[in-house]
């Protein structure tokens, strides 16, 4: 009894295998990549356009995670309340935490999977004898991820709100487009005109779009690493809370 | 081995489980009765740690739930209600998931992990995913989880729920084959179960424990233990006034030629009465002493107007 497997690792297996014992895996992967590659492709003309700049790949990311990231998070909680497996989960013999990070990384791990299997559009530029920037190719590649990472966090909150997981993918849709969108002018201005401009100089430094955007440059800032952990942290603590509140309400 | 200490469960403005204490040590079974909506499914997810107590608490094997849930935990099996699983994973995946979260890891997982596949009879079906089994089966693949570990303390919640009767009759031999070696609390609303398999029950009403202790002490309370049951020819003019005259006797119940005499306590009252049919010459075609029903006792204990008995 005391060998005790690590619980993250239990929970993150069991996670992991589960999104490729069900069909759900495969659809999201196949539709995760025929979107990237139809707006990178079709839309950006990244073809056309003849360079090796990564750019026009990057750009569309973050909207295709608005509605694939919540797809992936939204049975995270929200089934096993439905199912009653949560019962079963949490009087296994570890903490809450462990549970809440076992299973977030899974996810995270299945949003990699699907990220890196998008490396054959890097793959292609070379074999069509372009040189593409490979430390912009790293930091866009890591900030991508980052961004998965965060907009995951988010989509793990809002499932643990209601055992519908319809409502958790809408919510969490919602706030993903709102901090995607919070630094973006037409939104900014929108706030301007019913909130005070420190309130709103606040609200935009929440956006995910400027620390992106400074990955694609090509720049790896520790600062915008610390942003999408510090909100992965704070989402996933808010997780933790909700739970907790469940079983001593 | 489980000792609760005045637990306390308030939902919301609900007070679902009012200080509830006991205790159950190891080769007891311990029935937990009452309605639905009483406090029993409550009460088991507070001891496993599901729930969080408002007051009160619990110490299985000495470790207390709230100081240390972590080592609590791992000395209970838990049988949660309506037996839920993991659907889309295949029975051997999930219960290898279970045993690695137990910490059973190699050789020690693999001779555990046969040992509950081969007491749940699961050998058949374990690479079957779990979502094709009956519910017979998942109820078994879900006890499996709760005994793989081979733990000191059993908790099932309605363990034969929506079973058939070969089903039922399966999993209460599993039970009692544990029994030996194990503390097991079972909730159930099923009253024979409860005569089959435990050895006290516990009683509970409203969130509150109305009654604790074995089956046959229950039974004794029962307005029917001891009650004499007797059957006169057709000729046979009316006896009721006589039978009032026994001393032990509370009650003269009369239908046609069946009387029903219930005594004040279970004891002298079919003595009395077989005294007075023979001073009397009176011979009855049927005689019967009955015994105690738990049915009778557990609707008296939780039902406010639960002095209603009823002649079969």
Redesign the interface.
């Known amino acids: ?5 690590c ?1 993250v690792k ?2 993150f ?2 996670e992991l ?2 999104y490729f ?2 069909p759900i895996a495969y659809v999201f992967l196949v539709v995760f990549l025929m979107l990237t590659g139809f707006l990178t492709f079709s839309v950006s003309r990244l073809y056309e356009k003849g360079s090796a700049d990564p750019w026009p790949f990057f750009f569309w990311h973050p909207w295709v995670y608005l509605i694939f990231v919540p797809a992936v998070s939204m049975r995270l909680w929200a089934e096993e309340r439905r ?6 989960l ?6 809450l935490t462990q549970a809440i990070i076992g299973k977030f990384l899974a996810a995270w791990a299945f949003l990699g999977i699907a990220l890196g299997l998008t490396l054959t559009v890097p793959l292609s530029m070379v074999l069509l004898g372009g040189h593409p920037d490979a430390g912009v190719l790293l930091s866009g590649y890591l900030g991508s991820f980052g961004l998965a990472g965060a907009l995951l966090a988010i989509g793990t909150w809002t499932s643990t709100l209601s055992r519908n997981q319809v409502v958790s993918f809408v919510l969490a849709v919602m706030l993903s487009v709102f901090l995607l969108l919070a630094g973006w002018p037409p939104i900014t201005d929108l706030l301007a005109r019913v909130a005070p401009p420190l309130a709103v100089r606040i609200i935009s430094a929440f956006s995910f779009m400027p620390h992106y955007d400074s990955c694609l440059r090509g720049v790896l800032d520790l600062r915008d690493f610390a942003y999408f952990a510090s909100v992965i942290v704070f989402m996933l603590t808010a997780t933790h809370i909700v739970l907790e509140n469940r ?3 | 081995m489980l000792e609760a200490h005045s637990l306390n469960k308030w ?2 403005r609900i007070h679902a489980v009012k200080d509830v204490s006991f205790r159950v040590e190891q080769g007891e079974v311990l029935g937990f009765l009452g309605p639905n909506g009483a406090g029993k499914s409550t009460t088991m ?1 507070m001891l ?5 107590p ?1 007051s009160g608490t619990a110490r299985i094997c000495g470790h207390d739930i709230l100081a240390a849930p ?2 609590a ?2 000395r ?1 099996g ?1 049988l ?3 037996a ?6 295949t029975v051997l ?1 999930f219960l290898r ?2 045993a ?7 050789v ?1 997982g693999t001779t555990h992990l046969r040992k509950a596949v081969e007491l749940s009879h699961l050998d058949g079906v374990l690479n079957q ?1 779990i979502d094709t089994l009956s519910k017979g089966f998942r109820q078994r693949v ?1 006890l499996a ?1 709760a005994i793989l ?1 081979d733990p000191p303390v059993l908790i099932l919640d309605e363990p034969t729920d929506g079973l058939d009767p070969n089903q039922k009759h399966v999993v209460r031999t599993m039970i009692q084959s544990m029994a030996a070696t194990k503390a097991i609390i079972l909730s159930t609303h099923i009253l024979e179960e409860v005569e089959a398999v435990c050895t006290r029950v516990l009683i509970i009403a409203n969130g509150s424990l109305v009654a604790n202790g074995t089956p046959a002490s229950l039974k004794q309370q029962s307005e029917w233990a001891g009650a004499v049951d007797m059957t006169f020819p057709e000729n046979t003019g009316d006896l009721t006034a006589l039978f009032k005259g026994l001393a032990s006797c509370k009650r003269v119940e009369k239908q046609t030629q069946r009387y029903l005499l219930f005594p004040h306590a279970p004891g002298r009252l079919p003595q009395e009465t077989t005294a007075l049919l023979s001073a009397h010459h009176l011979s009855p075609l049927a005689f019967s002493v009955t015994e105690g029903r738990l049915d009778e006792v557990f609707r008296t204990l939780t039902t406010p107007a639960g002095k209603t008995s009823k002649t079969p």
């Not at chain 1, 199912?83 to 079963?88: A, V």
């Open positions: 009894m005391d060998t005790a497997a619980p239990t929970v297996k069991r295998r589960s014992d069900s199912t009653g497996t949560l019962e079963l949490l009087t296994l013999p570890f903490t079983k001593s309400a | 939902f919301d997810r496993t740690g599901f729930l969080t408002s972590i080592e935990r791992k209970i838990y949660p209600e309506n839920p699983v993991y659907d889309d994973m995946g998931f279970i690695e979260a137990r910490g059973l890891s190699g020690a995913p879900c989880q570990h």
